[in-house]
């Protein structure tokens, strides 16, 4: 930097010695990209708050509306996909074994027919079965709340997604700083 | 409007404002040090620009790419 500003001969403040104005520039400069460097990595962070935000806010959102609503969609159009495609099994075995054509396949398209219900019963009977003990869980432990007799203004927007939210973002601002 | 979409709405607006006076202390604390080493500026803009330029990033193929970044940047710098 000192041997370009000397050989480009720049401009010298009065009396100031060419080497003195130098290290001054080159500490300015080195202050300026240090400044340069806290502002790109505060508007990083900055960038990435607004982010965790809207993730904050998307969650909250599905948790209002209830993500088991959006998970038992889900798994509702993926049984009637299978009922689907299980009936369609079924129909052609049954269609083969009838015509006598196909000749084994028949017995194979009903065989998995059958086997794709079944599994299908199972993953109900898992689900139901889970989905019972979690409820099992829940009336445990509005029991034993009541039990204890926690205030009721204090525990109902503490068990709601949107003051879950609240939390999760004031934590974040805080985290974050002024 | 609800709590949660007030506050929402009000931390969003803060981390935007924080990011805005970051990108003009950057842009500032730029403009200090290009104006302090004019020359130096233009020749690493020029290097930077070269090698940029003959590893192909501003070829013809990929103006439509480019214009899909100015457009995203732009849209990005109007919800600031």
Redesign the interface.
């Known amino acids: ?1 000192a041997r ?1 500003a000397e050989s ?1 001969g720049e401009r010298t403040h009065g009396g100031t010695p060419p080497g003195v104005e130098d290290a001054e ?1 080159r500490r ?2 080195l202050e ?2 240090f ?2 460097g806290e ?2 990595r ?2 990083w962070e ?2 990435r ?2 982010g965790r ?2 993730l ?2 998307l969650r ?1 959102t599905l948790e209002r509306l209830g993500l088991l609503a959006v998970a038992l969609l889900l798994f509702g159009v993926a049984a009637i996909s299978v009922a689907a495609a299980a009936a369609v099994h079924l129909v052609i075995g049954a269609a083969a074994l009838a015509g006598r054509w196909l000749g084994d396949s028949g017995w194979g398209a009903l065989g998995a027919g059958g086997g794709i219900l079944l599994l299908m019963g199972l993953a109900l009977l898992a689900v139901a079965a889970v989905r019972s003990r979690s409820r099992a869980r829940h009336a445990r432990s509005v029991l034993h709340r009541d039990a204890v007799a926690e205030p009721a203004a204090e525990r109902a927007p503490a068990e709601t997604a ?2 879950l ?2 939390a999760r ?2 934590a ?2 805080r985290e ?1 700083g002024p | 409007m609800s709590a949660e979409d007030r506050t929402y709405r009000e931390l969003s607006a803060e981390t935007r404002q924080r990011l805005q006076g970051h990108l003009l202390g950057a842009k500032a604390a730029a403009e200090r040090i290009i104006a302090r080493h004019p020359r130096t500026a233009v020749t690493t803009s020029a290097g930077i620009g070269g090698v940029l330029g003959w590893s192909g990033v501003f070829h013809r193929s990929r103006w439509p790419a480019w214009r899909k970044v100015v457009r995203v940047a732009r849209r990005a710098a109007a919800r600031l």
Request: aromatic fraction near 0%.
């Open positions: 930097m370009v480009t520039r300015a400069t300026d990209a400044e340069l502002h790109l505060g508007a900055a960038t708050d607004l935000l809207r904050l806010r909250a949107s003051a939210g609240r973002g004031d974040l601002h974050a």
